[in-house]
């Protein structure tokens, strides 16, 4: 009943694990499997080994959760052989993989797609972290940048390739049309949203970066609006991602537009399982309306 297709896949589902979550290595990605995702997405992954930001990197506040790890990873290499111990169990598992990568430039990141590539079924190009300078957002607040990191991923691969945006923008219709003009196969929106908070008898900014990315239940409207204004002007499937926490919440964002979503925060809040939750909570509203997955894609433009 949630067998979906994206760009020629087949997914059990359509409710993935969002990169940054779980994702650091395969038996955690086999963990969110076993919960019952349709696909997982890895950590964003660069060229070379990186320690990321100074503790603290992450603090829960109303709302959800502040991080700024500063994209902490063992580099391509040594990631991909995490990977290969658990790409046959997985696709086995009939779970999708989603490769999550990062880099300085376009030569970057095509280098670590074409490394990807082969263990993979998507690559997601992380061109939205809102604190690693140089990186993340920094491509993804412009056009230009955008543009020629996704033609450049797009000539070095052949899987499909899916842009992850940033709401951190005057425009985010600007952005997208530069992705989808250098030919992304989809959109994942959003990632995180830019925020800070101070610990008052300290006098200093909590986390070490001093600033992060907001996650969790506060971002969902924002989530939702960006998805509806991607539907409204593109026909590329869109991934919806940002407060995802029960089916209702995955509805929300399939009737603004999205295909499929993301869950990162939620798997602290509702366990390893919240995929198979989320899945169940669909179905029971898919039965309760005599309403197809399909049919209630963009539903709430008509
Ligand atoms: C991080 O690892 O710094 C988070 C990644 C992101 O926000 O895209």
């Given at each position: 009943m949630l067998k979906i297709n994206l760009c020629g896949i087949e997914f059990r589902n359509p409710v993935f694990l969002a990169s940054g979550i779980m994702?650091?290595?395969g038996s955690?990605?086999?963990?969110?499997?076993?919960?019952?995702?349709?696909?997982v997405t890895t950590k964003s992954i660069g060229l070379n080994p990186n320690p990321g930001h100074r503790n603290p990197t992450i603090v829960e506040v109303?709302?959800?959760?502040?991080?700024?790890?500063?994209?902490?990873?063992?580099g391509i290499d040594e990631y991909l052989e995490e990977i290969k111990g658990v790409r046959d169990e997985l696709n086995r598992m009939?779970?999708?993989i989603i490769g999550s990568i990062y880099g300085k430039d376009e030569e970057e990141f095509a280098e670590v797609a074409k490394k990807m590539e082969e263990y993979v079924d998507i690559i997601e190009l992380n061109i939205s972290c809102p604190h690693a300078k140089g990186y993340g957002a920094t491509i993804g607040?412009?056009?230009?940048?955008?543009?020629?990191?996704?033609?450049?991923v797009k000539k070095a691969v052949k899987v499909p390739v899916f842009?992850?945006?940033?709401?951190?923008?005057?425009?985010?219709?600007?952005?997208?049309?530069?992705?989808?003009?250098?030919?992304?196969?989809?959109?994942v929106a959003i990632n995180t949203v830019r925020g800070m908070a101070i610990d008052i008898k300290a006098k200093k900014p909590i986390l070490a970066n001093k600033f992060g990315g907001l996650s969790g239940r506060a971002i969902k409207p924002i989530g939702i609006k960006v998805v509806w204004d991607l539907y409204e002007n593109f026909d590329v499937p869109i991934i919806g991602v940002g407060g995802i926490m029960s089916g209702e919440d995955a509805i929300e964002y399939m009737m603004a537009g999205a295909s499929a979503v993301q869950i990162g925060s939620g798997v602290y809040y509702r366990g390893y399982d919240i995929f198979k939750k989320v899945c169940d909570e669909i179905i029971n509203f898919l039965k309760e309306e005599n309403l197809t997955l399909k049919e209630i894609v963009g539903i709430a433009h008509e």
């Open positions: 994702g650091e290595t955690a990605l086999k963990r969110i499997a076993k919960g019952g995702a349709g696909a109303y709302g959800g959760f502040l991080n700024a790890m500063g994209l902490p990873n063992p009939d779970i999708r607040q412009n056009p230009d940048l955008s543009y020629s990191v996704c033609k450049a842009a992850k945006l940033t709401p951190n923008v005057t425009d985010i219709i600007e952005i997208a049309q530069a992705v989808v003009d250098a030919g992304v196969d989809g959109l």
